[in-house]
């Protein structure tokens, strides 16, 4: 696998994957951090050339004095007057669609207004408000007629609050989204009509639409799925990252789902590549060599992904079947595409660390002493760097081991079996002890009938209090009893 650089990065092949704000933001994303100029360069053209076709003033101004800092103002000049007459047209817009609303409302067409919210977010979608947009939404729950629509503007919602970094309602809208999917409607609706008189034809139709409600139903589950993982992700959860990615699969490709944001959420906010991408680098980071095997390369949901990028399959596979110097070049191959990733790029150094603490410590566990400088040809790495990491992880208490630096081995920490043996010997013997003075003092105050009763327990404490008399000592104090 050739290993990947700036110079040669498809910018345009990387963009057409993705529709929406979401690749207006990659673009923007890139255009600011990426290292090679000309690169940088065209994605600062052509992102400004992405927000001309919107209604986003504010980040096309945010983004043109950025590029102004980073080169000069006579490459990237400001459009003054596309600005004005951007504004004038929201404006507009804006004034059209109130009048519009107030209408329908005092109509008291729920259809009506449903479908004006759909189109006051679309307008602030396109002016860059994605907080606004989620608000619209979120106002069409008073106005939906069916269970369809709650989805549509759940799903919406979902796809406005990614976009916007606010992960909270990210999760809120995917957790509501995934229970919704599997109480639609339409699943109903495809096996009530059918009669004894039913021709072949109707079957026919009524079996289709079981299909098609069963993928709509994955599509929804599997876009849930994928933005749970990115938010894990983000948070920096890895392993639960990994189990949602893990478990979106095949189906967020689409396959006609309820809405246009559901059937393209696949290009809206991630791809299938992606989602392989992010599910492999943190299964890899956070999961067992046998977990690899088990919940990655077998799970049937992400096989099938795996099955579309194969050289991702690669790359997992080689870790678990212990080959680490490819399985390392496999991710280093993606160094670039991850440094460009609006979500990959703050976690790829953190991900591809904890890949090799974790190769490091499997390595090494089988054994009592290891020399470096096989060890660093086994996993394609240099002698010194490879001493560092395991320093780090001794001094974190994950590698209970000794270095030699003259002779450059890593050896075992030798425990003395005799010593540790007489340790536990003398804890069990201690815990015994413990527990037999428990239970002789618990017979001996049995044994006396020496107890203490709380306050208000009843009369039937009192009367079998006076009928023992003899040989305690009785209190009587506002109902209180005490023998002693």
């Known amino acids: 696998m050739q290993k990947q650089s700036d110079t040669n ?14 690749k207006i933001a990659r673009c923007s994303h ?5 290292t090679d100029e000309q690169l940088s360069r065209n994605a600062f053209k052509e992102c400004i050339q992405l927000l001309k076709n919107t209604s986003n003033s504010s980040m096309y101004q945010n983004l043109m004095e950025k590029a102004q800092e980073k080169y000069d103002a006579e490459t990237f000049p400001i459009d003054v007057e596309w600005i004005m007459e951007c504004e004038s ?9 109130d009048e519009s609303l107030k209408k329908f409302k005092m109509a008291g067409v729920k259809e009506n207004v449903r479908l004006a919210h759909n189109q006051l977010a679309e307008i602030l979608i396109d002016e860059g408000n994605l907080s606004g947009a989620n608000k619209a939404y979120q106002l069409n729950k ?6 369809e629509h709650t989805i549509e503007y759940t799903t919406r919602a979902m796809v406005c609050a990614m976009d916007a970094g606010n992960w909270s309602s990210a999760i809120s809208a995917a957790v509501k989204l995934r229970h919704l999917s599997s109480l639609d409607p339409s699943s109903s609706s495809s096996s ?3 009669s004894p008189s039913s021709s072949s034809s109707s079957s026919s139709s009524s079996s289709s639409s079981t299909t098609t409600v069963s993928t709509n139903v994955k599509t929804l589950q599997a876009a849930a799925a994928a933005t749970q993982g990115i938010v894990e992700m983000e948070r920096g959860n890895y392993r639960s990252a990994a189990n949602w990615f893990i478990q979106t699969g095949s189906s967020l490709n689409g396959g006609g789902g309820h809405t246009s944001s559901t059937s393209n959420f696949n290009s809206d906010i991630v791809t299938l590549e992606d989602v392989a991408l992010y599910g492999a680098l943190c299964a890899l980071a956070t999961y067992e060599r046998n977990e690899l095997d088990s919940a990655v390369l077998r799970d049937s949901n992400f096989r099938d992904v795996l099955e579309g990028f194969p050289h991702i399959r690669q790359m997992i596979a080689a870790f678990h079947e212990s080959k680490y110097a490819f399985g390392f070049q496999c991710v280093s191959s993606y160094k670039v595409r991850c440094s460009v990733d609006l979500h990959a790029s703050k976690h790829y150094e953190r991900l591809t660390n904890e890949i090799r603490s974790r190769v490091i410590l499997q390595y090494f566990n089988p054994y009592l002493s290891v020399s470096l400088r096989v060890m660093a040809d086994a996993l394609a790495t240099s002698v010194d760097d490879l001493e560092m990491e395991c320093a780090r992880l001794i001094n974190e208490d994950k590698l209970l081991a000794r270095i030699d630096s003259n002779d450059k081995i890593l050896k075992s920490k030798e425990t003395d079996q005799r010593t540790v043996t007489f340790q536990k010997v003398m804890s069990t013997g201690d815990m015994f002890m413990k527990n037999m003075h428990s239970q002789l003092l618990s017979l001996s105050l049995t044994q006396h009938d020496f107890v203490h009763r709380t306050r ?5 404490l009192e009367n079998s209090g006076r009928n023992r008399g003899s040989g305690f000592g009785m209190s009587k104090q506002d109902g209180d009893y005490s023998e002693f």
Not at 9 to 22: E, P
Not at 89 to 97: E, N, P
Not at 456 to 460: E, M
């Open 192 to 194: 009530s009509s059918s």
């Open 30 to 34: 890139i255009a600011i951090n990426a």
């Open 9 to 22: 990065f498809n910018l345009q092949d990387y963009l057409s994957r993705y529709t929406g704000h979401t």
């Open 142 to 147: 008073d106005y939906v007629g069916a269970s």
């Open 456 to 460: 208000g327990v009843g009369r039937g």
């Open 89 to 97: 047209r929201s404006k507009s817009a804006h004034g059209r669609l």
